[in-house]
């Protein structure tokens, strides 16, 4: 597509539900990231995808927080047991070359866990 | 730990007046610095980025930053700032293991 694609745009939830975010990156691009914005905060890295290498999941908060990237294109992420603090826009982003720190983001996913 | 300082959480600017943003960075050698902008609702676009070579870097809608070694610095600057302006600026740095890591913003506010 013509730019990173995500959805859902925004995802309400209760406490103690699972949800999932995809991310469909831009058409050949072979890395792609995950983010999380908080409320006045910066973006906090999550985990990263690139090519057929292990993922970097050194940014995941905890264990309720997984993602898998299908056929090095479309990528979900999974929060299960939801809690507020869980609360963000989840930010998706992705670039042809790692390491050129060019990246090309998503409108994100805003998840509000009552 | 490799990462950005972002030292002003909100700057308030007048229309047509010059804008400046800091960014300090703790990178060994020469780091990658990136300047992003969020504009309401939208998502994160690239500003100007500094690899090596020339320290004074041009960006996109009228943007500049300058990389001073010196001062850990790479200060964002738009001489004439228009309402458009008006958004969240987050200065980024690239570490050794790919990871690109963010200030935490700073919000310009555009007053006519």
């Known amino acids: 597509g013509a730019g990173v694609s995500q959805s859902p745009s925004n995802k309400v939830t209760e406490k103690g539900k699972d949800v999932e975010l995809r991310c469909d990156p831009i058409?050949?691009?072979?890395?792609l990231y995950w983010y999380r914005q908080s409320l006045g905060q910066g973006l906090e890295f999550l985990i990263y995808?690139?090519?057929?290498?292990?993922?970097?999941k050194s940014g995941l908060p905890s264990d309720r927080f997984s993602a898998e990237r299908t056929g090095g294109s479309v990528s979900t992420l999974t929060i299960q047991r939801t809690q507020q603090e869980d609360s963000a826009v989840y930010l998706c982003?992705?670039?042809?070359?790692?390491?050129?720190?060019?990246?090309?983001f998503g409108e994100g996913s805003r998840l509000t866990v009552l | 730990a490799q990462s950005v300082t972002q030292p002003d959480i909100h700057i308030t600017v007048s229309e047509g007046a010059s804008l400046e943003l800091r960014c300090n960075y703790s990178y060994g050698a020469t780091p990658y610095l990136f300047w992003y902008v969020q504009s309401p609702g939208q998502g994160l676009q690239l500003l100007l980025k500094y690899f090596s070579g020339d320290t004074l870097v041009q960006g996109i809608k009228g943007f500049e930053a300058e990389f001073k070694r010196s001062q850990s610095s790479f200060n964002l600057r738009k001489p004439s700032v228009h309402w458009s302006d008006a958004a969240e600026y987050f200065c980024?740095?690239?570490?050794?293991?790919?990871?690109?890591?963010f200030g935490a913003g700073t919000t310009v506010t555009v007053r006519a």
């Open positions: 980024a740095g690239l570490s050794n293991d790919y990871k690109l890591s």
């Open positions: 982003a992705s670039n042809v070359l790692q390491g050129t720190g060019e990246l090309f």
């Open positions: 995808f690139q090519g057929n290498s292990a993922p970097d």
């Open positions: 058409s050949g691009h072979t890395a």
